[in-house]
């Protein structure tokens, strides 16, 4: 049996936060000279490769450039580029508008998005009005794949197929916005299949990569580290559950994280976390009630921490939804219990697999 110190094993939050999404100007920056002035424009030295790289660690990238936009887009389709890019924002808006909007639809914080431009005017115009956006002067371009911050400790199979994953994102954004009807009808069109596993070995790299990466729908914020995490899962004192998701577009990869501690006759949730992509599929609660369920069946007491970031409100709502209520606090930390005495049916619309 493993003996753990939870408070111990917290990776520091202090050090620095990944970048999730690279936002590039394109005048002077992706390319030398000024699109809509210049007969020809060339691409920057290196800069396939860079977005190439930046790509293969599972790192976003998007536009935000004053520009006409068809004539941009067509630009960097004619340079074999354009796939590389979601969310691209080539208009006349302000790059601050550009880059909240990139957030907004990606769904990430402004702290996980770098800005890289030529113009030290529109880089200091974010810098002040978007303090957490990391602004880089395209100058220092050739230091750009050897920041920290770019550099994921793994590069995962979900890493490696994120661009992917998003783009699927957008297809089924698209047909939801056609859908007539209500949101739960729509659900059910996209069949989807939710896959609750213990973790294996195979799946610590990207459960650390989860700890790191998400930070809205995260009850906690504890941050474990590969060999954390591997103590736990070998632990008879825990569990550790990895969730994945699939629909009918494709899969969202894994995109859940639970942790619970079992003592003889108490269980707490040390952390419980969703992809920000899976928000409105509804798919948090099956997690949940499933725990539920386990400590039901062991006749134990269920409660769970909480550590209030300002941004996991949603979490701390799911807890209360699913009938936690709060018994005590511990400096920050909020403890929530469950009397268990009603545990919500799984969705019509979501086929569940357990794997032991």
């Known amino acids: 049996m493993i003996g753990l110190n939870l408070e111990q094993t917290r990776n520091s939050q202090d050090t620095k936060k990944p970048i999730k999404c ?3 100007d394109l005048d002077n920056t992706l390319w030398h000279g000024v699109l809509l002035e210049d007969d020809r424009v ?5 800069i396939v490769e860079i977005i190439k790289t930046l790509d293969a660690r599972g ?8 520009n006409d936009h068809n004539t941009a887009i067509a630009k960097l389709q004619e340079l074999g580029l354009s796939e590389y890019f979601i969310y691209s924002q080539i208009n006349w808006n302000s790059k601050v508008a550009s880059i909240q909007e990139i957030a907004k639809l990606i769904n990430i914080g402004l702290d996980a998005i770098a800005f890289i431009d030529d113009q030290p005017f529109e880089l200091e115009e974010v810098h002040f009005s978007l303090t957490d956006v990391l602004c880089i002067n395209v100058t220092k371009i050739e230091h750009l794949l050897d ?12 890493s490696q197929k994120r661009r992917q994953m998003y783009i699927s994102d957008i297809e089924r954004k698209q047909a939801e916005e056609k859908f007539i009807g209500v949101q739960e009808e729509f659900l059910k069109t996209l069949n989807m299949h939710f896959t609750l596993a213990s973790a294996q070995e195979d799946d610590l790299q990207r459960a650390e990569e989860l700890t790191v990466r998400t930070n809205q729908l995260n009850t906690t914020g504890y941050t474990y580290s590969y060999d954390d995490l591997n103590q736990f899962r070998q632990s008879e004192q825990h569990k550790l559950l990895i969730a994945t998701l699939e629909d009918k577009y494709g899969s969202y990869g894994k995109i859940g994280l639970a942790l619970v501690e079992c003592r003889d006759d108490i269980w707490t949730i040390k952390l419980l976390l969703m992809s920000c992509r899976v928000m409105s599929r509804g798919v948090g609660s099956v997690m949940l009630n499933y725990i539920m369920k386990l400590a039901q069946e062991n006749k134990v007491r269920l409660c769970a921490e909480f550590l209030s970031n300002n941004r996991n409100r949603m979490m701390y709502i799911a807890y209360k939804f699913a009938g936690f209520k709060e018994v005590e606090k511990q400096g920050e ?6 009397q268990l005495n009603q545990i919500q049916p799984l969705p019509e619309y979501i086929k569940l697999e357990i794997i032991d």
């Open 59 to 66: 790192i976003l990238q998007s536009i935000a450039s004053k």
């Open 147 to 158: 920041m920290p911050e770019l550099n994921p400790r793994f590069i995962t199979e979900d």
């Open 22 to 24: 690279v936002v590039w």
């Open 333 to 338: 930390i909020v403890i929530l219990e469950n």
């Open 42 to 46: 060339d691409l920057r030295e290196n």
